[in-house]
């Protein structure tokens, strides 16, 4: 529930996280479509510890490329995979807390949820964002794990970065 499984030899497989599944989130059913089992892709290696191969789906890691990209498949259509689209880095990759600013408006994905403390956000590559429960909602949150389920795409402010704890 928290990424993609990719088979890249005999006995090798990569993992993909929700953040490096594309350049633009989306709920992860539309993220999630244009990827069936046995589908080949292209993918870029970020990180090749032979006990955990982290790969990337961007088209801007794929492609190399920063500015407007073309896409080898179309997410809104099923029946044509070789369809191309101009695809913009709508939620670029954050690798790094420097990256963040104070008020900053972020989105990712929910990775842990705990009703009593709150939850964890994943905003990319090893880069994730506490939400204390009453930071959540201005409203009382009856079930904060149906609310919040593991893999929601959400969009938050940015309120404290602690560089020291990361």
């Given amino acids: 529930k928290k990424g993609l499984i990719i088979q890249i030899a005999a006995h090798r497989?990569?993992?993909v996280s929700f953040t490096d599944i594309s350049d633009e989130y989306k709920p992860l059913n539309k993220l999630c479509k244009a990827f069936k089992v046995g589908k080949f892709v292209s993918c870029f290696?970020?990180?090749?510890?032979?006990?955990n191969i982290q790969l990337s789906l961007r088209n801007s890691r794929v492609n190399n490329n920063n500015v407007h990209i073309t896409s080898t498949f179309s997410?809104?259509?099923?029946d044509n995979d070789d369809e191309e689209e101009d695809v913009a880095i709508v939620d670029p990759e954050i690798n790094s807390l420097k990256q963040l600013s104070t008020d900053q408006i972020v989105k990712g994905f929910v990775k842990v949820c705990n009703p009593k403390k709150g939850i964890l956000i994943n905003l990319g590559n090893n880069i994730n964002a506490r939400v204390l429960i009453s930071n959540l909602s201005d409203d009382y949150i009856?079930?904060?794990?149906?609310?919040?389920?593991?893999?929601?795409l959400v969009t938050g402010k940015i309120m404290n970065i602690d560089l020291d704890n990361n």
């Fill in 142 to 152: 009856k079930d904060v794990k149906g609310t919040y389920p593991v893999g929601k």
């Fill in 45 to 51: 290696v970020i990180n090749n510890d032979l006990s």
């Fill in 75 to 78: 997410s809104h259509n099923d």
């Fill in 13 to 15: 497989s990569g993992f």
